[in-house]
């Protein structure tokens, strides 16, 4: 990743393939889990427990079955308790990941988004800071272990990993931003393998936060490109990948996943809070992705939405889309999983990439569920229940606040 | 390809602008402390801080930034001066597409306290125009917002040592053609909370705030950037061990000639992982941290930008820059007229 000025910039840009994938959802805390739960157009709702929302108009989410209990894969029970809970769904998902691709760790850089981050402990602090005597000690453990690149420092040494690293807040693009990241740094032959992906917890302080924006749908059940859809559901979960230059892999003989077509990033000006009702920027980096892979949109054969099941996201998303396939946009596959987990946050764009492999690697498309009768704006082909299909390339959108915008493009090996 | 920087920006405790944070560096003049309160709780507590001062407030006029905390204006006022009048009307008529990465510690925490306070005492009263801003990309979003630039933006959360791993996305960013150039911006402020959670670790810290920005573009000069070797992460070595490793890679020559800027903040065991890697260096060194207080990520830009303009005045061929970042990891950069 180093930069010298005496250093030649390398012209030849190589494959990058996906050799392991780990994921942690409401839908379940390992990919074999997350895979039937997509394949049978199951929902992952519950009422929260992790902190008080009896004040709030909405009281359920996407909560993950998290144990308390360290797991049995060689993180000790002191290091288990130090993190805080998304590092720990971060850590589950990593390690899943790393153990596919056959890989124990090593100097390889690590590539993180996150958005909320360690944001639990800093509600303890700010608590704990307003009564008359507050602990100094336990104060200060909770300043340390509030910052993420403290807990994502920790992770990466559970994990052997002693690479630089990279924490990526883009809001809700985050995840898909780490692993554009890590493909570019792979790709331009600066880094050979690196492990990416995003994390987030629910927390109280978000949470309350799109309840008082009103984004939240009042029912707890987001319907993603309904008519009458009303809000998303917060979730929480993780998604990591091993990102591999092809020519690593064969070297190391270890199966590839997928790879690694494009990422397209482009910025939405148009407001901190609502995208451009066009869906400019996203059409910007959907166009941009396609023409890095060389692909014409009829070539995708299903797109993993962003999809939040808001009025504003869901038509400006449609729009793009439309823009994008043109007369092609009746044969696009769509569909949006946060129908079934809620919205990920920082951990969405990577989760929604390993479910886009899962697709890849199971040949189905996961549905959007809960739609009634489709939004006018749905002129693609959305995905309403599970579909075996013939699935070769994917591409997966995900928007922020902010207005970072970011797409990926996965295919079969080979099909570049 | 050779990149240069060629903007800076910066507000500090010393003032807004690039020239008063050369003017407290030349001086070395701790500006006069002030006494943060509490805005909550049971007991009053008082921190000593070193402020932003509010006269000579340079931020720029953009809807947007009305209902930002300082975060974001230090950040805009900052990347204003780095980028020049120039620079914003090419980017205004599409001529410039210029990619904005902003590196942060703390974020926003005045809103996230006002906001979480709201939430716990009735969430359905709290304001919906805070929660926003709380996000960590917010003063990022409204930099690219102000200049009009729809190229990559991305926010990087790391130690004190952050900046430095934005430089590198930068280069990474304009080496593959994706942007003209790019702006490099850190910024953080303060607040009760932070301020007392800073003094935890030591009560000699003088917590601070502010912002430091560069233009990064490919280039001849003014100044170039040399050599930025990969962060040595703590995952793997301790901060004694890293701050050394880092010394190693940036296999800068100690003829007595070189500028070092460091990041120590005049904290024993807190500086002395560069007190030992550079023991034997004979040449000048400066570190603005014990000048203006501890700003984490900000402090960090600041010591770019000081490199940056003491290499423009012409005293000095080269400087490196270092810096040992709480928890994450150590770095440096190697810059040259």
Known sequence: MAYSSDSPISQNLRPVVVTGMGIVSPMGRDLAENTAGFRAGRMAFSPVTLFDVSRQRVGTAGQVDLPDRAPDFGISKKAWGRMDRGTRLAV????????????????????????????????????????????????????????????????ARELGVHGPLRIISNACASGANAIGHAFHLVRSGRAEIVLAGGYDALCQLVFAGFDALQALSPSGIPRPFDAARDGLALGEGAGFVVVESAASARSRSVKVIAEILAYGAATDVHHLTQPHPLGDAALVTMQSACAMAGLAPEQIDYINSHGTGTPLNDIAEGNAIQRWAGDAVGKIKVSSTKSATGHLLGGAGAVESVISLMALKEQFLPASLNVREADAVCSFDLVREPREAEVRRVLTNSFGFGGANATLIFGKEGIA | MKLAITGTGAVSSAGWGVAALMDALASGKTPE???????????????????????????????????????????????????????????????????????????????????????????????????????????????????????????????????????????????????????????????????????????????????????????????????????????????????????????????????????????????????????????????????????????????????????????????????????QQATGVLLGR
């Not at chain 2, 709780?41 to 209902?67: D, Q, Y």
């Not at chain 2, 570190?287 to 960090?300: C, D, I, N």
């Open chain 1, 92 to 155: 589950l998902a990593a390690r899943e990941a790393m153990a596919e691709a056959a890989l124990c760790g090593g100097e390889i850089p690590l590539i993180v988004g996150t958005s909320a981050a360690a944001m639990p402990i800093g509600e303890d602090y700010f608590k704990a800071a307003l009564v008359n005597t507050p602990d100094r000690h336990t104060q200060l453990r909770r300043v340390e272990t509030y910052q993420a690149q403290r807990q994502m420092t920790d992770m």
């Open chain 2, 33 to 327: 402390p002030s006494l943060l309160d509490r805005t909550g709780g049971e007991t009053l507590i008082r921190t000593p801080v070193l402020r932003v001062p509010t006269e000579g407030a340079t931020t720029p006029k953009f809807a947007r930034l009305r209902r930002t905390s300082p975060i974001s204006k230090f950040a805009a006022a900052a990347a204003v001066e780095a980028l020049g009048e120039s620079r914003m009307a090419a980017i205004a008529a599409g001529e410039l597409r210029v990619g904005v990465i902003f590196t942060l510690l703390n974020g926003c925490v005045n809103y996230s306290n006002r906001f979480f306070g709201e939430v716990l005492t009735d969430p359905a009263m709290a304001s919906p125009i805070l929660f926003p801003e709380t996000v960590f990309n917010a003063p990022s979003s409204h930099l690219s917002a102000m200049i009009g630039s729809h190229a990559p933006n991305d926010s990087l959360i790391a130690d004190s040592t952050g900046f430095f791993s934005g430089i590198d996305l930068a280069a990474e960013w304009i080496q593959r053609g994706e942007v003209d150039g790019c702006l490099v911006v850190a910024s953080e402020e303060i607040d009760w909370l932070s301020a007392e959670g800073l003094c935890l670790y030591s009560k000699n810290y003088l917590p601070s705030e502010g912002a430091g920005a560069i233009y990064l573009e490919a280039a001849d000069g003014p100044v170039r950037l040399l050599h930025l070797p990969d962060p040595v992460s703590f995952s793997g070595y301790s901060r004694i061990e890293a701050a050394v490793k880092i010394r190693e890679r940036l296999n800068v020559e100690n003829d007595g000639h070189a500028l070092l800027i460091d990041g120590r903040v005049d904290i024993a065991r807190f500086d002395l992982p560069e007190t030992k890697a550079w023991s034997d260096w004979s040449g000048p060194r400066w570190s603005p941290r014990v000048t203006l207080g501890e700003a984490m990520g900000a402090s960090t830009a600041l010591q770019i930008v000081a490199a940056v303009e003491a290499l423009k005045a012409g005293g000095f061929q080269k400087a490196v820059v270092t810096a040992t970042g709480g928890n």
